[in-house]
């Protein structure tokens, strides 16, 4: 059982070791080996309910955000048109998942335990067992510093297919919009994504609370756009960015 267990987390060390390298590789001139090594300070020997988002930030520190004016894009319940889409059209939008930490960490689980130097990917908190987690930690802050550096037009692409398309519980609405700026920020695109069944749109009570969120200044718009013209967006390359809806 011990060899078992040992054997286990051993691996799945590995696995998440070598998934951060070989992501991390991609993007050219930066050191992965140093980056793994603040990545690890954050929250190796640490209770995994007691990682502040504050622990990251001398990981956040040495790959800081550029800012990319009228390219950035937010998203809240709308991952994978959002990333279909950027996938193909890095020409027209970037999202934090398209940067370096952000790719690298994406869809990973980890966590550290009080008393061992390994990194753990499974009997970790779930996302909402605790506030204080380090997988929620790192998207809280990395999230807060993207938008930070949010430039020029930004958009943001919102789900026509819940109750409540700007929930003031989401990292969009708490940890990203309070802050976009007026001295840096000219204009919030809302793009909502219209499936079919959908049950919301730009005309949702909810969005009110965004445009009233926003710091004095901030032009904001809504467009419905169906799903289908996102994914026309993306597999033409012949649309101009400004013309994807
Ligand atoms: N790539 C990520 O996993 C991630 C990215 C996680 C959290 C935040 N972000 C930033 S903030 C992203 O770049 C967007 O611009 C912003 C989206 O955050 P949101 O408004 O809270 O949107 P969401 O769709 O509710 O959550 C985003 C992601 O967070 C999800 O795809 C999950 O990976 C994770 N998540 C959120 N809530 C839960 C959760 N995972 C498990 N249980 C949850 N309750």
Known sequence: LILGLSLGLTLGRRNIKSTFFSRCEKFKEHDCKKLWDLFEKAYVNKDPCNVP???????LAEVPFKPQCNKMMF?????????????????CFVTLEDTLLGSVLDD????????????????????????NNPVRSFWN??????AD????????????????????????????????????????????????????????????NLRQSLDTGI???????????????????????GACW
């Not at 319940?77 to 020409?91: F, P």
């Not at 001295?183 to 730009?202: D, E, F, G, W, Y």
């Not at 904001?220 to 960015?241: H, N, T, W």
């Open 53 to 59: 988002m504050e622990a990251y930030n001398p990981l």
């Open 75 to 91: 998203w809240s319940k709308t991952k994978d048109v959002v990333h279909g889409l950027t996938a193909k059209r890095k020409d």
């Open 108 to 131: 990973l689980t980890w966590c550290g335990k009080e008393g061992s130097k390994d990194t753990f990917t499974a009997g970790c908190p779930e996302w909402s067992e605790c506030v």
């Open 141 to 146: 802050r990395s999230s807060a510093a993207f």
């Open 149 to 208: 550096v949010a430039c020029g037009d930004v958009t943001a692409m919102l789900s026509g297919s819940i109750d409540t398309p700007f929930n003031s519980t989401s990292n969009f609405a708490s940890i990203e919009v309070p802050r976009f700026k007026a001295s840096r920020v000219k204009k919030l695109n809302v793009v909502m994504v219209i499936q079919k069944n959908a049950i919301s749109n730009c005309n949702h009570p909810s969005l009110k």
């Open 219 to 241: 032009t904001y718009s809504c467009k419905d756009v169906s799903e289908s013209r996102i994914q026309e967006c993306g597999s033409k390359p012949e649309i101009a960015c």
